[in-house]
Each structure stands twice: as structure tokens, then as C-alpha cells.
């Protein structure tokens, strides 16, 4: 029987492609774009964004250099966006202190309340990598 181990160490393999696609939804935060009930609102705004991520995309080769690495750089982007859901989350788990909330929603807000202790360990361990998310009391990114 022919010997099955490799004979070489597999490259290393990309992450599984994501579920959501993020560059169809680059500029405006979900959070942000909830508040725009009205018929064709957020999809005009979704449109929007996808033109201005585009052009920031072209007009980027004549900006000055970043003071970091590319990846750097996005990881913090990265860290800011989780910061914000840190945030958020943590402002839905509030909730049920300052409002009566029906059952379901005090399920939800005891959830925000463990998934913003979550979200925001990830968000330490980015930054353990990277370096601090504020410095001197001025934000980074």
C-alpha cells in the first residue's frame, strides 16, 4: 500500500470567503443606514457609497503615503469598525435598564450584553497586534 502522508507542507490556504461581500456595502455602516426607513432611501445611499469607495479607490495613487503598511492600516480601519459595534451593542444592552422592553428584546439585550464583551475582546486582541487604538488621547485611525 502506497504511503498517503504528504510529501511536502501544503501552502497556507486563504480564509473561507466571507458571507457577507463588504466592498457592496463599503461606506455606510448598517447601524447608520437602519435610520432611513423611506422607500429607495438606503439603497440611493448604498449607491452612493459604492461610487465614493471607487473613487477613493482611483484618486488613492496621488494622496500621500500612509504612515503604515497597507494591512496595518486596514486592520486598524478594522479595529475602529469593531470599537463601533463594541459600542453599539453596548448601548442595546443598556437598554433594558432605561426602558421596559418586552420579552424577546430583553433576550436581545442580555445577548448584546455577551456579544459586546466578544466583539470587544476581539477588538484587544487586533489591537495587542497592531498597537493601541488611541494614543495621547487622539485616535489613530
Do not use: C
Given at each position: 500500500m502506497?504511503d498517503l502522508?504528504?510529501?511536502?507542507?501544503?501552502?497556507?490556504?486563504p480564509?473561507n470567503?466571507?458571507?457577507?461581500d463588504?466592498e457592496?456595502?463599503?461606506?455606510?455602516?448598517s447601524t447608520?443606514l437602519?435610520?432611513?426607513?423611506q422607500?429607495?432611501?438606503?439603497e440611493?445611499l448604498?449607491r452612493?457609497?459604492?461610487?465614493?469607495y471607487?473613487m477613493?479607490?482611483?484618486?488613492?495613487?496621488?494622496?500621500p503615503?500612509?504612515?503604515?503598511?497597507?494591512?496595518?492600516a486596514?486592520m486598524?480601519?478594522?479595529?475602529a469598525?469593531?470599537?463601533h459595534?463594541?459600542a453599539?451593542?453596548?448601548?442595546?444592552?443598556?437598554?433594558r435598564h432605561?426602558?421596559?422592553?418586552?420579552?424577546?428584546?430583553e433576550?436581545?439585550?442580555?445577548?448584546a450584553?455577551?456579544l459586546?464583551?466578544?466583539?470587544?475582546?476581539?477588538?484587544?486582541?487586533?489591537?495587542?497586534?497592531?498597537?493601541p487604538f488611541?494614543?495621547?488621547?487622539k485616535?489613530?485611525?
Amino acid at each position: 500500500m502506497p504511503d498517503l502522508e504528504p510529501k511536502s507542507t501544503p501552502p497556507d490556504t486563504p480564509p473561507n470567503p466571507p458571507a457577507y461581500d463588504w466592498e457592496e456595502h463599503p461606506a455606510f455602516r448598517s447601524t447608520f443606514l437602519m435610520h432611513f426607513t423611506q422607500e429607495g432611501d438606503r439603497e440611493t445611499l448604498e449607491r452612493l457609497g459604492r461610487m465614493l469607495y471607487g473613487m477613493a479607490l482611483e484618486s488613492s495613487r496621488v494622496w500621500p503615503e500612509w504612515r503604515e503598511t497597507t494591512t496595518r492600516a486596514e486592520m486598524r480601519a478594522v479595529l475602529a469598525d469593531l470599537r463601533h459595534a463594541e459600542a453599539v451593542l453596548a448601548t442595546i444592552a443598556r437598554s433594558r435598564h432605561v426602558s421596559s422592553l418586552g420579552e424577546e428584546d430583553e433576550r436581545l439585550s442580555l445577548s448584546a450584553d455577551e456579544l459586546a464583551r466578544m466583539v470587544g475582546r476581539t477588538g484587544s486582541v487586533i489591537e495587542s497586534i497592531i498597537g493601541p487604538f488611541w494614543k495621547g488621547g487622539k485616535r489613530l485611525t
